[in-house]
């Protein structure tokens, strides 16, 4: 079973728009929690952390964390046709060798 | 420029052979990874290697293995490669702990015929 879980699978928004993607861990362990981003042909990019239960604000993207329920959230307001990529949801546990766990990742679409 | 550098960008081989991947990081980190990435774009790690020590081996067939020269160098030899072994082999590194950000490079894309 996949221990890092994000939904949806793929999602299409229009430039502009808000694009939420979620994700859901299984494990309590769990204390770091990333997003990275992938356009098609490279390597997946680190967008931001959330270590801490709440919001975390950068620039047009906010990720948001609630620890009772493993769950964290991405909001990228103003989408743009430049965030289509492939967006993963990653896990480490504290204190260890940052070994990350992906999710399966969700496909965004910004249609100009 | 300081990244994560891969060669090759690409390698086609025949099943049986045997391949190299090298993979340099000029960033000054300490902490380097290997990671596989499937057809479905599982994103999974293999070995990771702090200062040229293994830390991480995950549950990989025993024809991979990974040979770190120095902290900034982690190659990935893959013996008698299998059809299953075709995919994109992601270079990554990192200061030491989760709390750091893991730097990818390009990736490999192996394919075996």
């Known amino acids: 079973q996949q221990k890092v879980q994000q939904s949806p699978e793929s999602l299409s928004v229009p430039e502009g728009g808000m694009a939420s993607l979620n994700c859901t861990s299984s494990?309590?362990?769990?204390?770091y929690f990333w997003w990275y981003r992938q356009h098609s042909g490279e390597g997946p990019k680190a967008l931001m952390s959330i270590f801490s239960d709440g919001d975390k604000k950068e620039g047009r993207f906010t990720a948001h964390l609630n620890k009772a329920s493993l769950h964290v959230s991405l909001h990228i307001r103003d989408s743009q046709p430049s965030d289509s990529a492939l967006y993963f949801c990653a896990a480490s546990v504290t204190g260890n060798t940052g070994k990350l766990i992906f999710g399966l990742g969700t496909t965004l679409q910004v249609q100009p | 420029e300081t990244a994560v550098f891969q060669t090759p960008n690409y390698h086609v081989t025949q099943v049986g052979n045997e391949v190299s991947f090298n993979c340099k990081q000029t960033l000054g980190h300490d902490t380097m990874y290997w990671y596989k990435q499937d057809s479905k774009k599982l994103l999974k790690i293999m070995f990771s290697?702090?200062?040229?020590?293994?830390?991480v081996n995950e549950t990989v067939p025993r024809r991979f293995s990974p040979q770190s020269s120095d902290k900034a160098h982690l190659n990935l030899r893959i013996k008698s490669v299998e059809p299953e072994d075709s995919a994109v082999y992601l270079c990554?590194?990192?200061?030491?702990?989760?709390?750091?950000?893991?730097?990818f490079g390009p990736g490999t894309r192996l394919t075996v015929l």
């Open positions: 290697y702090n200062n040229k020590q293994l830390i």
């Open positions: 990554a590194s990192s200061y030491w702990g989760g709390v750091y950000e893991q730097y």
């Open positions: 494990d309590r362990n769990f204390q």
